[in-house]
């Protein structure tokens, strides 16, 4: 197959021969099943729609049948009855947009996307455990104490916190699919690059400039993943986090691989040459980002977001490519340039039909203002909610790296003697592949009766709390190593399920800034955690792991009274 054919240039305007059906061939939007509360609450909906399709019947409004298929006017009865966001022309053409994926459904783009937007997801998880894997190595080469040299953990959360907050930007300005290649281009390439690093110094400053590059995959990606999506799904959300466990994975079975058999024994007199480990395993982990790259690259055609081209001004590109995701699924739709004109405007009759930079910047840091915050404060129990979930990704974004980030140490030393440098390796491994199936299992249990997300996500946490004081109570290495095991288990099972949870619980036009902060949170939170591991570990080198435990404990006691839960409920 040609270049040609996997042109990641090529602009979307093409033509799909058959994929486009009249208006009024394509079937009703069917109900989804819903509780009675968000049945009441989109009863306002309901009448509109209905009086609509009255009106073009002519029939009375008490006599009114369901419409067996979609009109002109009951789309547009859709799209004055959604109240989210704005009502401006590029609002009103991006929601007739959103009803058209909604109606073609999910298929064989979306399942693609799935795979490489996991990609992501797991080179995120990959190069901060890949980091925790190569410190002790690092200290014996560059004659860095184990305290300071988590240092070096500091600097890619530097880099993770600068990509998580620019990349969001970045993908409205410059677009999504250079976002989409670009991250992983740059964790590749600075991932390589590590690999050669002469000095401590350089390591870090490399590890920084990767973490730019990994920073954006879970914003970018997850976004970019929601958006081509029908609809917003806690089941697809919880199964995306699979792919995080599953990078640690990789790196953990590398760097057993390697370190153990090329790594210097002590740190004297320990040469590059002597320890080549770390370097194999950051090469390897580089290369693998970077393949990850070329096959989103030159392998899949990533349709350019329909509502990035509209921000843009160019409308026909964002229905030709509606049209190619209904062709890639096998489908059809009814979307064309003369419903968005007819529902939003016709763009010789507006006088601002295309988003000036300016303007692209004020909507993304419109959502950190007041009036897009207030609204998740808008009533009592959604207020409660927010300040809850806040401080739960706060608090985990600190628990979490404060014993993962540093766990090769902690197994070094685990049952109160300095373990080979094999079997401190190979007890990594174990748990990284004990961990994986925590996720899978999430994806099961958020959607039982009685259990549902509140109940699996707390029942996780409060256990990853509790086996966090059980690894540093015990002396015994293989309990230590159990504990670890369940913890990393479990923690998947926590972590999978937030992510699902988050955007679920906020409000559609508030639903960006929600998530927004929550992650910003989560990154400043993981910034300090190195910091509070140096400076505890000099008095007690369990009190890093003590705090970790204590800060996932208090985020447990706030889940229960989160009030709201989102297992079967349609997120609007």
Request: include cysteine.
């Amino acid at each position: 197959m040609g270049f040609q054919k996997f042109n990641p240039f090529k602009r979307d305007r093409q033509n799909f021969p058959g994929v486009v059906i009249p208006l009024a061939d394509a079937p009703a939007p069917k109900k989804p099943d819903m509780n009675d509360e968000k049945k009441a609450e989109l009863s306002d909906t309901n009448k509109s729609l209905e009086r609509a399709s009255s009106a073009e019947n002519g029939s009375a409004g008490d006599s009114v049948q369901e419409p067996s298929h979609r009109t002109l006017e009951s789309l547009r009865a859709e799209i004055d009855a959604d109240e989210s966001g704005r009502n401006s022309v590029y609002d009103r053409k991006a929601k007739v947009i959103n009803s058209a994926l909604k109606d073609i459904g999910m298929g064989r783009y979306q399942w693609q996307l799935f795979f490489l937007c996991g990609f992501g997801w797991l080179a995120d998880n990959l190069w901060l455990q890949g980091v925790a894997l190569t410190l002790t190595p690092i200290s014996m080469e560059f004659g860095i104490s184990e305290s300071e040299v988590r240092f070096t953990t500091c600097a890619l959360f530097l880099g993770l916190c600068i990509g998580a907050s620019s990349w969001g930007i970045a993908s409205d300005i410059l677009g999504r699919r250079i976002a989409f290649n670009t991250t992983l281009f740059l964790a590749g390439t600075f991932g390589l690059a590590a690999g050669g690093a002469p000095n401590w110094v350089g390591v870090s400053a490399l590890y920084a400039c990767l973490g730019l590059g990994v920073g954006g995959n879970l914003p970018v990606d997850g976004a970019l993943f929601l958006e081509f999506l029908p609809m917003a799904s806690g089941n697809m959300l919880t199964m995306l986090s699979v792919w995080w466990p599953i990078g640690q994975m990789i790196g953990s079975l590398f760097a057993w691989a390697y370190i153990p058999s090329f790594s210097c024994a002590n740190a004297e007199n320990c040469t590059k040459e002597q320890n080549m480990g770390w370097r194999y395993l950051v090469l390897t982990l580089g290369a693998i980002t970077f393949c990850m790259f070329i096959g989103r690259f030159f392998f899949f055609h990533l349709y350019e977001s329909p509502k990035f081209l509209l921000s843009r001004g160019r409308q026909d590109e964002a229905v030709a490519s509606v049209h190619g995701i209904a062709y890639k699924n096998k489908t059809k739709t009814w979307l064309t340039t003369e419903i968005l004109n007819e529902i939003g405007g016709y763009p010789e009759t507006q006088e601002k039909e295309v988003l000036a930079l300016a303007d692209i910047i004020r909507r993304f840091f419109s959502k950190f203002s007041m009036e897009r915050i207030g609204p998740l404060f808008a009533n009592k129990r959604l207020g409660i909610t927010t300040i809850i979930l806040w401080f739960c990704w706060a608090t985990i974004g600190m628990g979490y790296p404060l014993f993962n980030a540093f766990l090769p140490q902690y197994l070094a030393k685990a049952g109160g003697e300095t373990n080979s440098t094999y079997i401190t390796y190979r007890n990594y491994a174990i748990t990284s592949i004990v961990g994986v199936p925590g996720s899978i299992l999430a994806c099961y249990t958020v959607e039982l009766k009685y259990v549902g997300r509140k109940g699996t996500m707390a029942a996780a946490t409060v256990i990853t709390g509790v086996l966090l004081f059980c690894f540093t109570a015990s002396t015994n290495a293989n309990v230590q190593l159990a504990c670890t095991c369940l913890e990393a288990f479990f923690q998947n099972i926590m972590y999978g399920v937030l992510y699902a949870y988050t955007p679920e619980v906020f409000p559609a036009p508030n639903r960006g800034t929600g998530t927004g902060i929550s992650s910003c949170l989560n990154r400043i939170a993981g910034l300090c955690a190195p910091l509070v591991a140096i400076y505890s570990s000099t008095s007690n080198a369990d009190s890093p792991i003590y705090a970790s435990g204590g800060l996932i404990l208090a985020a447990f006691s706030s889940m229960v009274f989160l009030p709201i839960e989102t297992r079967g409920r349609q997120s609007l």
